[in-house]
């Protein structure tokens, strides 16, 4: 089968690999759609450490069911669509038992370290990680549910939104996302900030009420201007770096919340004094449970999100490592590339 192979920084290969053979517990999947995540850009660079060589990257993925293997239990059949929670959990640990399978001590997370991903024609991957693709849904949409399920998780930190004033910092592939569900959330104003202008136009086209673009400007000022003296209620930071961290931390009123979606930097710095006699709250968001995941999907279902606008391109494996070198520069050009299978 073909498959997009790293070998090592920069070097993406389309490489003819062995068939896989199902085994037990698992389903043969044959890959239909798998989107390029930030996370993937980082790995072909070689400087995360997250992607050991070779290997083959993907974890947004949808497909059908082709094999399945013994003890499968789950009704599932050749032929039906789904999508994968891609993180594969023993489901014995302390964390596992307590439902926390996103912090699992034992996680395989597919297409990450030497866990062989998604950019391939076919992948086998254990039963209880699927999840049924409803009919209405395309592969192409179907693999955004991944990123979706990151966003939607760190929205769902934050509690009740209606009637409140709500900054998201970061107007990437997440930040465009987290905008996605908190505007179904009735909120009084949403502001999005990013550096790109590009990005910010994509977040007027998705629903936010205001935009800023914080270069050269006082951010405490531009959002008191767009919210006529107010400040915000509910930060989500989906950057990860001190500035942006900063700057959601700045805005918010007393007893306000900031939920940390991002994770760049290992460390950063911010102002305790403020955390203190604010009475802020700092909340961490990792990905996603498994029960979660599921509930992506049937939040998906149920709300028009218009996903399909951040579709910047949709390209065949063949276009794949072309891509990846683009998206290095194309900064202005793409927001999710989707890499498509016949």
């Not at 006699?277 to 990905?287: A, V």
């Not at 995941?293 to 391109?313: H, P, Q, R, Y």
């Amino acid at each position: 089968m073909k498959a997009l192979v790293y070998y090592g920084p920069k070097d993406l290969r389309l490489t003819d690999v062995d068939d896989l053979k199902v085994r037990k517990g698992e389903v043969l999947l044959k890959i239909k759609s798998c989107g390029i995540c930030g996370s993937d850009v980082h790995g072909y660079l070689g400087i995360t450490g997250r992607r050991i060589p070779p290997m083959i990257m993907g974890h947004e993925f949808a497909g059908e069911v082709v094999e399945l293997g013994e003890d499968t239990h789950l009704g599932y059949k050749p032929g039906d669509r789904v999508t994968v929670q891609p993180v594969n959990f023993c489901g014995e640990c302390e964390n596992c038992k307590k439902g926390y399978t996103n912090v699992c001590t034992n996680k395989r997370f597919y297409g990450v370290l030497d866990v062989n991903g998604a950019f391939a024609e076919y992948l086998c991957v254990p039963e209880k990680l699927l999840y049924p693709l409803p009919d209405h849904i395309s592969y192409s949409i179907g693999a955004l549910i991944e990123p979706l399920a990151v966003a939607y998780c760190g929205v769902k930190k934050a509690g009740d939104l209606a009637g409140k004033n709500v900054l998201i910092v970061g107007g990437g592939t997440i930040g465009q996302l987290v905008l996605s569900v908190v505007k179904t959330m009735k909120p009084k104003a949403i502001i999005m900030s990013d550096l790109s202008d590009f990005r910010l136009e994509c977040a007027k086209q998705l629903g936010a009420t205001h935009t800023i673009n914080p270069k050269n400007k006082n951010f405490v000022d531009e959002v008191k201007k767009a919210l006529n003296g107010d400040l915000i209620d509910v930060a989500l930071e989906a950057v990860g770096v001190a500035s942006t961290v900063e700057q959601a931390l700045s805005v918010l009123k007393n007893q306000g919340t900031c939920i940390w979606i991002g994770n760049s930097a290992k460390t950063v710095e911010v102002n305790m004094q403020d955390v203190v006699t604010k009475e802020l709250k700092i909340l961490g968001s990792y990905i996603y449970t498994h029960e979660e995941f599921g509930e992506t999907i049937d939040f998906l279902s149920k709300n028009d999100l218009a996903l399909e606008k951040l579709i910047s391109k949709e390209i065949s494996i063949e276009e794949a490592a072309e891509m990846f070198e683009e998206l290095l520069t194309a900064t202005e050009k793409y927001l999710k590339v989707i890499v498509n299978f016949d």
